[in-house]
T-cell receptor
Framework: QKEVEQNSGPLSVPEGAIASLNCTYSDRGSQSFFWYRQYSGKSPELIMSIYSNGDKEDGRFTAQLNKASQYVSLLIRDSQPSDSATYLCAVKGGSYIPTFGRGTSLIVHP | DAGVTQSPTHLIKTRGQQVTLRCSPISGHKSVSWYQQVLGQGPQFIFQYYEKEERGRGNFPDRFSARQFPNYSSELNVNALLLGDSALYLC???????????????FGPGTRLTVL
């Protein structure tokens, strides 16, 4: 069974710090990787997708993928209280269906 | 551009009833997926449709069914509702689910179903 593991947290960081969120997966054939942000009571919102090893940056967000070690991470620079949310990692292999982790709760305190 | 839309936003039903949830994908997207999310968990996959064909089914009972229409909108039906069916039901659309780069899913606002 394909598994996606995330530390449920909460991860607490001060405003302005870098938040680092990690995700590991079991399927070595995984090809597509996604990070979503979900505020309480709302639906998931795409932050970014990543397909190749290395870093991908979008504004304050950087996704890092290491297929050999089977992990994908999300860095949030200059964290703001508005970044407080649950961050979901999703991984898709050769099938059509992505598998989601349980999410990591992030709290950014002023 | 309009995103994924879902209706209704909220729904309250009693045990044993039936419910139909609706989803319209982003214009140009041909794939729709349905997920169930309970508090504290990630979305659990229920169904995926692409080009009006079922491409995947999650580990849900036969009380759950879905279909995709020629305009790529979709319905999720749940029969004989149980208390445990109370959850946020999410619809997500993508261009083409099987190809890296076109398989990014965008979620609708969800339907909050409460079964009493």
């Amino acid at each position: 069974q394909k598994e996606v593991e995330q530390n449920s947290g909460p991860l607490s960081v001060p405003e302005g710090a870098i938040a680092s969120l990690n995700c590991t997966y079991s399927d070595r054939g995984s090809q597509s990787f996604f990070w979503y942000r979900q505020y309480s009571g709302k639906s998931p919102e795409l932050i970014m997708s990543i397909y190749s090893n290395g870093d991908k940056e979008d504004g304050r967000f950087t996704a890092q993928l290491n297929k050999a070690s089977q992990y994908v991470s999300l860095l949030i620079r200059d964290s703001q209280p508005s970044d407080s949310a649950t961050y979901l990692c999703a991984v898709k292999g050769g099938s059509y269906i992505p598998t989601f982790g349980r999410g990591t709760s992030l709290i950014v305190h002023p | 551009d309009a995103g994924v839309t879902q209706s209704p936003t909220h729904l309250i039903k009693t045990r044993g009833q039936q419910v139909t949830l609706r989803c319209s994908p982003i214009s140009g997207h041909k794939s729709v997926s349905w997920y169930q999310q309970v508090l504290g968990q990630g979305p659990q996959f229920i169904f995926q449709y692409y080009e009006k064909e079922e491409r995947g089914r999650g580990n849900f009972p036969d009380r759950f069914s879905a279909r995709q229409f020629p305009n790529y909108s979709s319905e999720l039906n749940v029969n004989a509702l149980l208390l445990g069916d109370s959850a946020l039901y999410l619809c997500a659309s993508s261009l083409a689910p099987g190809l890296a780069g076109t398989d990014t899913q965008y979620f609708g606002p969800g339907t909050r179903l409460t079964v009493l």
